[in-house]
């Protein structure tokens, strides 16, 4: 199992040093992996440079007095679930995993079949009145790894997770094994007109 190291944002920018002032300030995040660790950092619009490296990058607004709970962005998440697409990295894999079970939850993706394979089982999970799918692999986390998990998840998210989060983390925890998915199998949130 791999730790991550995501710190949260710190109210300064990762360029020029020089802090976030204003409330509502336009700032620039991304998340990239550095010598296999994944690094989140933020910017002042003036000294942003997209760099090559860069996993994901989005824009955001500086909140001088933070909220006590934090809404979701759930475009956000799945536009990073998306582009997360195809990376082999664990920690990237552990990431996307996560980011599917919230999406799950929201009933923005359904699971359409459990694969088992020579690189261990796999989800196939499509958008509501989509066709493509996408191939997320299972991690059974140890009930104790659960809360380092949501830690560095609300820091890359920065702020609280939410019950959202906290179910999709649970379901992680290995309590029950996805059972496998026949052609006609109920999709995960069914009942939503499709």
């Known amino acids: 199992m ?16 020089q ?10 995040t991304q998340v990239r992996m550095d010598g296999g660790e994944l690094i989140r950092e933020d910017y002042h619009t003036e000294c942003w440079e997209e760099p090559a490296d ?3 990058w989005w824009a955001t ?40 079970l919230m999406l799950m939850r929201k009933r ?15 989800m196939l999970v499509r958008q509501p009145r ?23 998840l609300s820091s890359l998210l920065d702020g609280d997770l939410g019950d959202s989060a906290d179910d999709a983390l649970e379901s992680a925890a290995g309590a029950e094994e996805p059972e496998e998915a026949s052609s006609e199998a109920p999709s995960v949130g069914a009942g939503d007109g499709s």
Request: glycine share 6%; with cysteine.
């Open 2 to 17: 791999s730790n991550w190291k995501i710190r949260r944002l710190r109210g300064e920018c990762a360029k020029c040093g």
């Open 19 to 28: 802090p976030f002032k204003t409330d509502g300030e336009r700032i620039l």
């Open 54 to 56: 860069a996993i994901f």
């Open 61 to 100: 607004r500086f909140a001088v007095k933070k909220k006590s709970t934090m809404a979701l962005d759930f475009e956000l998440i799945e536009k990073l679930f998306f582009q997360l697409e195809g990376r082999s990295e664990e920690k990237i894999r552990e990431l996307r995993y996560l980011l599917c």
């Open 108 to 122: 923005r993706l359904k699971l359409v079949k459990v694969h088992r394979g020579k690189e261990g089982e796999a």
């Open 130 to 152: 989509r066709k493509q799918e996408w191939k997320v692999f299972v991690y059974d986390f140890e009930p104790e790894r659960i809360e380092v998990l949501r830690g560095e």
